[in-house]
């Protein structure tokens, strides 16, 4: 017990690293680009915290990380690896958004069968890359980019060929009624209630990974499939449904981009939100509670590149530097620690089981 409780503290010391390293190195980029250098700290990493608008888009623009990141933390814990959430981000925001329009209805409830919807079709197209390994073998990281990538296209062309404003002058569709809009939290920032509704979706995929059956077989099928399909787990179905649930959230998570922020359908709405999510669920260590603050991080390096291009001479690209950082230097720990959990078992392992997470860092 030790052992582990020192492990987990040697993690994260090395995460806050990670984390304070490319803090250091944007800081230190924006000290050799800026021409007002005091303004331009100031501007990044204290002006979001300064107002309420800049404080709630800061919290907002972490509510579809939140969301994609708890999908993506799902699959990896059953041994699947979806890069196909970002197109499922555009399926869910297309499929919620066709409802809108196409029927009749006039009322808030309408909202009810248009996250339905979304969630209901990003997570059927996730479930196609889990049933196409679990019958043919192929592998879900090949199937749910090239789908992904493919569903993007699709939005793009709908949109543009059927769904499109012609007044707009860009593609977008026309404004959607008031009453479809979710409530805001923080006038006149753009914080909706869609940022309580991801929080409290944490304590629901924490309550069902980690205190019900489903959320053991999760674990189990990504940990040891093969010591779970001989305790008579459904390893094949508890696979689809890991890979479905990540492409739900996805959907999720555009349809409330949709409905919560932007007021209408546009193209390239979603600000890399699937592929963050990835990000944001490895920073979070694949803890459904950790999403909460990791994708906090990130909405707060977004709203502080956009507060310093205002306020200073910032270039907004700033926060997309810094997440770059951030990912490669995640994602080499991440390889470090695999690598050294294979020599742990070569050496000689003590519980006959992989390390946790092994399977997904594959």
């Known amino acids: 017990m030790n052992g582990r409780r020192l492990d987990r503290l040697a993690d994260g010391l090395s995460l806050l690293l990670t984390m304070t390293v ?23 990493f204290l002006a979001p915290f300064s107002n309420r608008v800049f404080f709630g888009n800061m919290l907002q623009a972490a509510t579809p990380l939140i969301l994609s990141g708890l999908g993506l933390a799902v699959a990896f814990r059953a041994g699947a690896v979806n890069l196909g959430a970002e197109g499922q981000v555009y399926a869910g925001g297309i499929a919620g958004t066709v409802l809108i329009l196409l029927l009749p ?9 248009t ?7 990003a ?18 990281v090949i199937t749910s980019f090239l789908i992904g990538t493919v569903l993007i296209f699709l939005f793009e062309f709908f949109l543009t060929r059927y769904l499109v404003d012609p007044t707009a002058g860009f593609p977008t569709t026309g404004p959607l009624p008031a009453w479809i809009r979710l409530p805001r939290l ?24 980690f205190r019900t059956p489903l959320g053991y077989e999760i674990r189990m099928t990504g940990e040891n499939p093969r010591f779970a399909s001989f305790s008579g787990m459904p390893v094949s179905r508890t696979f689809i449904l890991a890979m479905g649930l990540s492409g739900a959230f996805a959907g999720l998570a555009g349809i409330i981009e949709v409905v ?27 803890h459904p509670l950790g999403m909460i603050p990791a994708a906090l991080l990130y909405g707060y390096l977004q709203q502080g590149a956009a507060t310093a291009s205002l306020l200073s001479d910032v270039s907004p690209r700033i926060a997309a530097i810094i997440q770059s950082l951030i990912f490669f230097l995640i994602t080499a720990q991440a390889i470090f620690v695999w690598i050294r959990r294979q020599l742990a078992r070569v050496e000689g392992p003590t519980d006959g089981l992989p390390a946790h997470g092994e399977k997904a860092a594959r």
């Open 260 to 286: 919560g922020v932007q007021g209408r359908l546009v193209s390239g709405f979603s600000a890399n939100f699937g592929w963050n999510g990835i990000t944001v669920a490895l920073i979070a260590r694949l």
């Open 115 to 121: 996250v339905a919807a979304a969630v209901v079709t």
């Open 123 to 140: 997570g059927l197209f996730a479930m196609l890359s889990g049933w196409l390994r679990v019958r043919f073998g192929a592998t879900e």
């Open 186 to 209: 923080l006038s006149p920032s753009s914080l909706n209630v869609g940022f309580a509704v991801a929080v409290l979706l944490t304590i629901v995929v924490q309550v069902v990974l």
């Open 105 to 113: 209805w006039h009322s808030p409830w309408l909202l009810v069968p």
């Open 22 to 44: 490319a803090l250091v190195i944007g800081a230190a980029i924006i000290l050799l680009t800026s021409s007002e250098p005091s303004s331009s700290l100031y501007a990044f």
